[in-house]
């Protein structure tokens, strides 16, 4: 697509309940981001996916979250038993590979977030 | 590890002046991209400019330049001629070849009028 799809643009769930974030990264790109961004912070690297090889989980804040990407192009990101402090701005971005965008300098395409609630 | 520092939280600017915007970075790495976004209030991430590690020249788009000084590890975004659209958040971020894109705490400029 032109651009970097995130879906639900809002979402507000109980605490205990799991819910689903969904990135669909613009055509091409091979790399794709999670970040969190709580309210007026900047933002939280959370994992990376490249191509087929196995994800960067580094940044996840719990076993609670998780995400896949299937066949190289949709990812979501689930987070399971949400709690209270789960809630910010879950942001994707999309690039073409690592090393593409550092000698082309070419940024991250961003989505425009999820904003979750957790209540 | 990399670590992207921005010590302004905020800052306040008149129209049609200039500003910078502070940021340095720690890295081992001799290979990494340094990078600039704005987040409007709307919440989007908008790249606005990019400068390379081994780039001798700062980098230049439009109203934005970046101020590379690779000894001293800073990046400043100088905006020229703000404008009252100019009013959001300002990211430094950094990547590297074994790293992913990390980002600065922000800036907030307000450009007034």
Redesign the interface.
Known sequence: GAGVSQSPSNKVTEKGKDVELRCDPISGHTALYWYRQSLGQGLEFLIYFQGNSAPDKSGLPSDRFSAERTGGSVSTLTIQRTQQEDSAVYLCASSFQRLVSIRQGRGYTFGSGTRLTVV | AQKITQTQPGMFVQEKEAVTLDCTYDTSDQ???L?W?KQPS????I?LI???SYDEQN?TEGRYSLNFQKARKSANLVISASQLGDSAMY?C?M???NN???????TRLTVKP
């Open positions: 290979s990494y991209g990078f976004y709307s919440g989007e991430m790249f990019y400068q390379g980098a990211f971020a990547t590297a070849l992913d894109m990390r980002f600065g705490a922000g």
